[in-house]
């Protein structure tokens, strides 16, 4: 019983576990990062070379305190309420990601320092602008190291990048605990791609070498080291991508101007009727409804399943995490035992969702019982909802159900199966529509 009252006072993160210099500790609900005796002299060093003061400055670190009070010595890092993946990133996210990358390993070189890390899952967007979050991804530079986790970066940002550009962006799913692998890339890449100088240098050649653990690594001098970043990160700002996807224009062909002004306004009400908190805006489109609640001082996150209305976002609002996720298909757990990497809803705790010109979606074109989607919501929201009821004669419903009958998708079902997990606090019908923008409560 003393062990078990223990274990929920402090348990290890399992997603630290592969790092021999400290790991992750959860203790009464805060992140604390342990340092090792091992990794005590890379730390000291990141802190005496003014190196970490250099990254703060620059808000490429979060920021920590040290903790000296305690079994082990602590860092207590700035509290993220919430933990992305690349493989949940739109383009621009990677792009920001691997730039930052970049420049933090040019800055630890400026002070003796090697970025010996270069994973994705080590950079957070916080504060509109990606950040490292593992402050014991450093190690003391000697003469003539070279970039030992060059081929990281390749399979973290670099590999997926070309491939979301050139393949189309639902290759970035390919991203694994590992990134994607060089061959692979090389393989899925077209054919024109052989034509780029950068594309040979940094794709096709790593994907014809021998295997990383028994190919002997070059010596290289510093000034030789600092060129090559810098013409690494002039090969990712050439990367670009274009945004393709129609639904950039959904409401202005689904609404009337007074409903849509009716809708505008209702959930604006709605929302300055709550609580500040964390809001999740599911099927977010374009984020203006992501945009509104973030402006009310909420801290919001908007997903959708179509990655061009996510790189939309993140263009356009800054300040709104912007992630690709599919209701029906969410991000799973994954790595070790499937537990190094959490599912999107082990992550997600929002006080409020959003869920507007989306139930038809999961009801009629993913046959999800309106009861499941009552239980979905109220297992993951800690206290409101904002939905928009969208019937079944409407025109953009009747679109996707191609003449096929839904018995179960009407309004009496909705309210049936919501009364089950909310109460009704607010009903706002659009003019000219049938649709209706409802506020509730979990019970």
């Known amino acids: 019983m003393v062990q078990s009252q223990q274990d929920a006072i402090q348990r290890r993160e399992i ?8 790991q992750i500790v959860i203790r009464n ?66 792009k920001k990601a691997a730039l930052a990358t970049i420049e933090i390993a040019e800055e630890a070189l400026k002070h003796g320092m090697m970025l010996k890390d270069a994973s994705a899952f080590n950079m957070q967007y916080v504060d509109g602008q990606m950040q490292l979050i593992d402050t014991l991804s450093f190690c003391k530079y000697e003469p003539g190291m070279p970039w030992f986790s060059f081929q990281q970066f390749l399979q973290h940002f670099l590999n997926p990048m070309l491939l979301m550009t050139n393949c189309g962006p639902a290759l970035s799913g390919l991203h694994g605990i590992n990134g994607i692998p060089s061959k692979l890339t090389a393989q899925l890449l077209p054919w024109y791609q052989h034509l780029s100088f950068d594309a040979l240098a940094y794709v096709y050649a790593p994907s014809w070498g021998k295997d990383s653990t028994t190919k002997k690594i070059p010596r290289i001098g510093k000034l030789q080291l600092t060129a090559f970043l810098h013409s690494l990160k002039n ?14 224009e959904y409401d202005n062909c689904s609404y009337s101007v007074s409903a849509l002004a009716d809708k505008h306004h209702a959930v604006s009400q709605m929302l300055l009727h709550l609580p500040f ?32 209305c996510v790189e939309y976002i993140v263009n356009l609002r800054p300040n709104v995490l912007a992630l690709r996720m599919d209701v029906c298909n969410p991000t799973p757990a994954v790595g070790w035992d499937n537990a190094e990497r959490k599912s999107f809803w082990d992550r997600c705790h929002p006080d409020t969702i959003l869920c507007l010109a989306l139930i038809h979606h999961l009801c009629i074109s993913n046959n999800t019982p309106l009861d499941y989607v009552a239980r979905l919501f109220s297992a993951h929201c800690r206290r409101h909802l904002i939905i928009e009821w969208v019937p079944p004669d409407d025109p953009k419903a009747a679109a996707i159900a191609f003449n096929r009958i839904f018995p179960r998708y009407n309004l009496d079902v909705f309210k049936s199966a919501f009364c089950d997990y909310f109460t009704f606090e607010q009903e706002r019908p659009l003019a000219d529509s049938k649709r209706i923008i409802y506020l509730m409560e979990k019970r």
């Not at 908190?277 to 996150?301: E, F, P, Q, R």
Request: net charge negative.
């Open 15 to 22: 997603s630290s576990f592969r790092d021999p210099a400290g």
């Open 29 to 94: 609900g805060m992140v604390f990062r342990e340092i090792n005796p091992s990794g005590m002299t890379d730390y000291n060093l990141l802190i005496t070379s003014g190196l970490y003061k250099a990254l703060l400055d620059k808000k490429l670190i979060i920021f920590h305190k040290e903790i000296h009070d305690g079994p082990a010595f602590c860092l207590l890092p700035r509290q993220l309420d919430f933990i992305s993946y690349p493989y949940e990133w739109p383009f621009s996210y990677y």
């Open 235 to 248: 090969y990712v700002i050439s990367i670009t991508y274009k945004v393709k996807s129609a639904w950039s």
């Open 277 to 308: 908190g964390k809001v999740l805006d599911l099927g977010a489109n374009t984020g203006y409804y992501s945009m509104m609640a973030a402006l009310g001082g909420n801290d919001v996150i908007a997903t959708d399943n179509d990655h061009d």
